[in-house]
């Protein structure tokens, strides 16, 4: 099976929009979701990669470029990979990966940092399997 990458456009709203809620198990407001995904569009320090096979939006990574003070050097942050579920266990997830880190090396960047939710151990162990090391908690709080 191929699997054919290529950056995500404005055009792809709606295939994002679904994979977003297929990562997250839940729908989001349509609305703010296509504001937010066309102004990070917008953004240069961001980008999108969609995995389509047959003709079919399949997967998406979401990679963002970054030089936090407190680190000293250009990193490529995944802030999301999704694959579907019936799609998983054919590489993709592997191909997007390597197209983040490939992309935010051409960028500059010298480490790339993910988060993954607690809930997610399939996620955690090809991360792992794919050379990431588990090295902060991450926290949160609603405003």
Known sequence: ??????????DDTDAV?????????KAYDRQTFATGFAANLNNPAQCYQ??????EVVGLIGL??????????WIGEIQ???????????NIGQQLLRWAEDEARRR????????????????????????????????????
């Open 17 to 25: 929009y679904g994979l977003i809620c297929e990562l997250k198990q």
């Open 50 to 55: 969609l995995a389509w096979v047959n003709g």
């Open 64 to 73: 963002q470029v970054m030089f936090p003070l407190n680190q000293n050097c």
């Open 80 to 90: 999301e990979l999704v694959i579907l579920p019936q799609m998983r266990g054919l």
């Open 108 to 143: 500059g960047a010298s480490l790339m940092e993910l988060s993954s939710g607690k809930v997610r151990p399939d996620a955690h162990r090809f991360y792992l399997r794919e050379g990431y090391q588990q090295s902060h908690f991450r926290f949160k709080k609603p405003l």
């Open 1 to 10: 099976m191929s699997c054919e990458l290529r950056r995500a456009t404005l």
